[in-house]
């Protein structure tokens, strides 16, 4: 079953046209190897007394310089371009720049400061967000922030990179289904992808890391002059905020992480360990389908429906299934799948899918099942998404170098879960990835401020341990829960219990008194 990380994005926007009509990336990847033998809680540029990133003064910022922002059809909408150093440890080499975005704050008088924000994935784009998002918010937390959306690194608008390949993965995450004695082919289909990534974009690989992020945001604070920043990222944007924490963290002002990845379990562990969840998730939108076969005509059981499903996605593996001028590639249809079992308000919309294509009709799909490029974005390569989620995923590490712990795992997950296992345990790109220049970071219990974080119980893309693990890790947070089946579900999924404590910790900075079940 292929599917994607960043697949959260297209069931939020399944999500949405459900609620506007009646209904993401996040994801894998580390390699043993990539560490230089040090000790992470040892990294100097984790230690906020010698971090040099945190002296604005080393990377001096020409004025801002705020105009039209390209691809955005938002006049009230302003983007302008920070330069920040390739390699933080040398920050007078060479430079890339980040694109931002800026939505003023709507009552200048009580106005409080910026609310940073970007894409999840890794890959997804955040110069568009505040957008998107002011209409969400409540009119008190507009009123007392700036949005300022940006693209992380080597996404979209700030110096983007591609691994030279014609098309974007399915959901723009690589990733390929073990099936007998593919094993071999996938190893080498994976390496070839990595060294096309060194000959394409080798320059920029090592750097291409959440810390690395991490301290470019650092660096937009300084450069709009603001003495911290307040924050709010979903999934893997959750991710990066918590590890911006740990840097820089007498620079946090009110951090909002919404069921964020765990940094200490980023990425081959993050991956292995929903794999339950993904098998969950898929047998709920089976039952919801079953009992509306009426509907759909895809099975009277849950068992049925996933039967059918997967069956179509295994003759796909054979041959694109043709609807309507369309070849429906298996790794397609595995990612129409995961925006189904992502979130409960696209169940109907992806079965009705599913029925459509299984009976030979055009299917209403209101998302691209491929990231299309950025309208109106000149520059930015064709494989874009995916080599940036990849390039994170493997950056970030580790990730097992040895062919044999890939062949161990997939063993043992595709016996327990048979629709996911051969997908989530095979072995991927990273593990033959450069050597990154750069520590993983591990979060503080006792350093940054304490941040509210989101989640919702039977999340599938970023399980709810991921979630309780980085409310624990900085001290003095709070977790606010709802049970439903969604993933980052503020502000969106509409959840006023949710909302409201997340929008009186921006306004106020008080965090509730303990956890919050809603």
């Given at each position: 079953?292929?599917?994607?990380?960043?697949?959260?994005?297209?069931?939020?926007?399944?999500?949405?046209?459900?609620?506007?009509?009646?209904?993401?990336?996040?994801?894998?990847?580390?390699?043993?190897?990539?560490?230089?033998?040090?000790?992470?809680?040892?990294?100097?540029?984790?230690?906020?007394?010698?971090?040099?990133?945190?002296?604005?003064?080393?990377?001096?910022?020409?004025?801002?310089?705020?105009?039209?922002?390209?691809?955005?059809?938002?006049?009230?909408?302003?983007?302008?371009?920070?330069?920040?150093?390739?390699?933080?440890?040398?920050?007078?080499?060479?430079?890339?720049?980040?694109?931002?975005?800026?939505?003023?704050?709507?009552?200048?008088?009580?106005?409080?400061?910026?609310?940073?924000?970007?894409?999840?994935?890794?890959?997804?784009?955040?110069?568009?967000?505040?957008?998107?998002?002011?209409?969400?918010?409540?009119?008190?937390?507009?009123?007392?922030?700036?949005?300022?959306?940006?693209?992380?690194?080597?996404?979209?608008?700030?110096?983007?990179?591609?691994?030279?390949?014609?098309?974007?993965?399915?959901?723009?995450?690589?990733?390929?289904?073990?099936?007998?004695?593919?094993?071999?082919?996938?190893?080498?289909?994976?390496?070839?992808?990595?060294?096309?990534?060194?000959?394409?974009?080798?320059?920029?690989?090592?750097?291409?890391?959440?810390?690395?992020?991490?301290?470019?945001?650092?660096?937009?604070?300084?450069?709009?002059?603001?003495?911290?920043?307040?924050?709010?990222?979903?999934?893997?944007?959750?991710?990066?905020?918590?590890?911006?924490?740990?840097?820089?963290?007498?620079?946090?002002?009110?951090?909002?992480?919404?069921?964020?990845?765990?940094?200490?379990?980023?990425?081959?562990?993050?991956?292995?360990?929903?794999?339950?969840?993904?098998?969950?998730?898929?047998?709920?939108?089976?039952?919801?389908?079953?009992?509306?076969?009426?509907?759909?005509?895809?099975?009277?059981?849950?068992?049925?429906?996933?039967?059918?499903?997967?069956?179509?996605?295994?003759?796909?593996?054979?041959?694109?299934?043709?609807?309507?001028?369309?070849?429906?590639?298996?790794?397609?249809?595995?990612?129409?799948?995961?925006?189904?079992?992502?979130?409960?308000?696209?169940?109907?919309?992806?079965?009705?899918?599913?029925?459509?294509?299984?009976?030979?009709?055009?299917?209403?799909?209101?998302?691209?099942?491929?990231?299309?490029?950025?309208?109106?974005?000149?520059?930015?390569?064709?494989?874009?998404?995916?080599?940036?989620?990849?390039?994170?995923?493997?950056?970030?590490?580790?990730?097992?170098?040895?062919?044999?712990?890939?062949?161990?795992?997939?063993?043992?997950?595709s016996a327990r879960y048979p629709l996911f296992g051969p997908a989530n345990a095979n072995i991927t790109p990273c593990a033959f990835w450069p050597r990154i220049k750069d520590e993983p970071v591990r979060l503080p219990a006792d350093r940054a401020p304490g941040v509210l974080v989101t989640a919702a119980l039977r999340d599938v893309a970023a399980p709810v341990?991921?979630?309780?693990?980085?409310?624990?890790?900085?001290?003095?947070?709070?977790?606010?829960?709802?049970?439903?089946?969604?993933?980052?579900?503020?502000?969106?999924?509409?959840?006023?219990?949710?909302?409201?404590?997340?929008?009186?910790?921006?306004?106020?900075?008080?965090?509730?008194?303990?956890?919050?079940?809603?």
């Open positions: 079953m292929t599917y994607w990380a960043g697949a959260a994005r297209i069931a939020a926007v399944a999500a949405s046209i459900v609620l506007l009509s009646p209904a993401l990336p996040a994801p894998a990847a580390g390699v043993a190897g990539l560490s230089s033998g040090r000790n992470p809680q040892q990294n100097p540029l984790q230690d906020p007394q010698q971090d040099p990133q945190r002296d604005p003064r080393r990377h001096p910022t020409r004025d801002l310089r705020w105009g039209d922002c390209a691809g955005v059809d938002d006049p009230a909408l302003r983007c302008a371009e920070v330069t920040v150093p390739l390699d933080h440890r040398r920050p007078r080499g060479r430079t890339i720049t980040i694109a931002i975005s800026r939505l003023p704050a709507t009552d200048p008088a009580r106005r409080r400061g910026v609310l940073l924000t970007t894409g999840g994935g890794p890959g997804g784009p955040g110069v568009p967000l505040p957008s998107s998002l002011a209409p969400l918010l409540s009119p008190e937390v507009r009123a007392r922030y700036d949005l300022i959306g940006f693209d992380i690194r080597f996404v979209e608008r700030s110096t983007p990179i591609g691994c030279g390949q014609e098309v974007e993965e399915p959901g723009g995450y690589w990733v390929r289904t073990a099936t007998p004695g593919s094993f071999p082919a996938d190893a080498a289909e994976a390496r070839a992808y990595a060294r096309d990534c060194v000959r394409a974009a080798g320059w920029a690989l090592p750097y291409a890391t959440t810390a690395n992020a991490a301290r470019d945001m650092d660096v937009i604070r300084a450069a709009l002059g603001e003495e911290k920043i307040s924050y709010l990222g979903g999934s893997y944007a959750g991710m990066l905020g918590a590890v911006y924490a740990a840097l820089f963290p007498g620079r946090v002002d009110r951090f909002v992480l919404d069921s964020p990845v765990n940094p200490d379990n980023a990425w081959r562990p993050y991956e292995l360990d929903r794999t339950p969840a993904f098998e969950a998730g898929t047998g709920a939108f089976a039952a919801w389908t079953a009992e509306r076969n009426a509907v759909y005509g895809l099975g009277g059981t849950a068992r049925e429906v996933t039967d059918a499903v997967a069956g179509l996605i295994r003759r796909a593996a054979t041959a694109p299934v043709v609807v309507a001028g369309h070849a429906w590639t298996s790794g397609e249809l595995g990612t129409l799948l995961v925006a189904g079992i992502y979130d409960e308000r696209s169940f109907g919309l992806v079965a009705a899918a599913f029925a459509d294509i299984a009976a030979g009709r055009e299917p209403y799909v209101p998302f691209p099942v491929r990231p299309l490029p950025p309208a109106g974005v000149p520059g930015v390569p064709a494989d874009n998404h995916t080599a940036t989620n990849m390039a994170y995923r493997c950056g970030d590490g580790p990730w097992p170098r040895d062919p044999r712990d890939y062949q161990r795992d997939l063993a043992s997950y341990a991921n979630s309780r693990a980085v409310a624990a890790a900085i001290r003095g947070s709070r977790l606010v829960t709802i049970d439903a089946h969604t993933h980052a579900p503020y502000p969106a999924f509409g959840n006023a219990c949710l909302n409201g404590q997340v929008d009186a910790f921006l306004t106020t900075g008080t965090l509730p008194p303990a956890d919050v079940a809603c």
